[in-house]
């Protein structure tokens, strides 16, 4: 379980607190316990508060929040909302089939910071490219999309195996020999969103 915003900041400001206290009393450290003191303080404490500090942005790095915070990405949040069930990502996104506070990470794990050292490596250069890099005009996945997603969810469940259309392919799509996307083409299509009609939600 994270530990509260509160709860870290406080930690924060005793770890701040603390190194203050080494550094401007170092008679301090003469004694043992004072040398415990400093060890804690500048070595354990930082250490405890940079591991939770990543842990927690890590866990933000999973929020639909946090994908649609680049503008460029916007586009493609908007067709989380496109009131046409034949758009792939809005039919699940408005039928809760993912999880809405993280949509994008759901069905792109392969892609993210939490995915193999490959995602990991490319995550971070999509931090370096939004704040320091060039945009491209147009983003393509760096490889086919993987039937493995869909399947993450999808596979063993009812409605999907004793469809009609998916018996005769199934060990296909298993295999990613058929990719999902051949059927279910109509995907974010997040530059040709002019003029659509989006959902409301209707808050309770």
Same mark, same amino acid.
């Given at each position: 379980? &994270?530990?509260?915003?509160?709860?870290?900041?406080?930690? *924060?400001?005793? %770890?701040?607190?603390?190194?203050?206290?080494? *550094?401007?009393? &170092?008679?301090?450290?003469?004694?043992?316990? +004072? !040398?415990?003191?400093?060890?804690?303080?500048?070595?354990?404490?930082?250490?405890?508060?940079?591991?939770?500090? %990543?842990?927690?942005?890590?866990?933000?790095?999973?929020?639909?929040?946090?994908?649609?915070?680049?503008?460029?990405?916007? &586009?493609?949040? $908007?067709?989380?909302?496109?009131?046409?069930?034949?758009?792939?990502?809005?039919?699940?996104?408005? #039928?809760?089939?993912? &999880?809405?506070?993280?949509?994008?990470?759901?069905?792109?794990?392969?892609? %993210?910071?939490?995915?193999?050292?490959? @995602?990991?490596?490319?995550?971070? $250069?999509? *931090?370096? *490219? #939004?704040?320091?890099?060039?945009?491209? !005009?147009?983003? /393509?996945?760096?490889?086919?999309?993987?039937?493995?997603?869909?399947?993450?969810?999808?596979?063993?469940?009812?409605?999907?195996?004793?469809?009609?259309?998916?018996?005769?392919?199934?060990?296909?799509? +298993?295999?990613?020999?058929?990719?999902?996307?051949?059927?279910?083409? /109509?995907?974010? #299509? @997040?530059?040709?969103?002019?003029?659509?009609?989006?959902?409301?939600?209707?808050?309770?």
């Amino acid at each position: 379980m &994270p530990l509260p915003i509160a709860g870290f900041a406080a930690l *924060v400001v005793a %770890t701040i607190a603390l190194i203050a206290l080494v *550094v401007l009393r &170092p008679s301090l450290v003469a004694a043992r316990g +004072g !040398k415990i003191l400093a060890f804690v303080a500048l070595f354990f404490l930082p250490l405890l508060v940079t591991g939770l500090g %990543t842990a927690a942005q890590m866990e933000h790095s999973k929020s639909t929040r946090f994908c649609l915070s680049c503008h460029v990405m916007e &586009p493609y949040g $908007r067709s989380l909302l496109v009131d046409d069930p034949a758009y792939l990502p809005a039919r699940h996104y408005q #039928n809760n089939r993912v &999880p809405r506070e993280a949509a994008c990470f759901t069905c792109h794990t392969n892609y %993210t910071l939490f995915g193999d050292y490959k @995602a990991k490596l490319r995550g971070l $250069r999509h *931090v370096y *490219v #939004n704040y320091l890099g060039t945009i491209p !005009k147009q983003i /393509k996945l760096y490889e086919p999309y993987n039937n493995r997603e869909c399947l993450h969810c999808h596979g063993g469940a009812r409605a999907f195996e004793e469809n009609e259309v998916h018996r005769p392919v199934r060990a296909e799509l +298993g295999k990613n020999a058929t990719s999902c996307l051949e059927c279910h083409d /109509k995907v974010h #299509n @997040a530059h040709g969103l002019a003029g659509v009609k989006l959902w409301q939600e209707e808050k309770p």
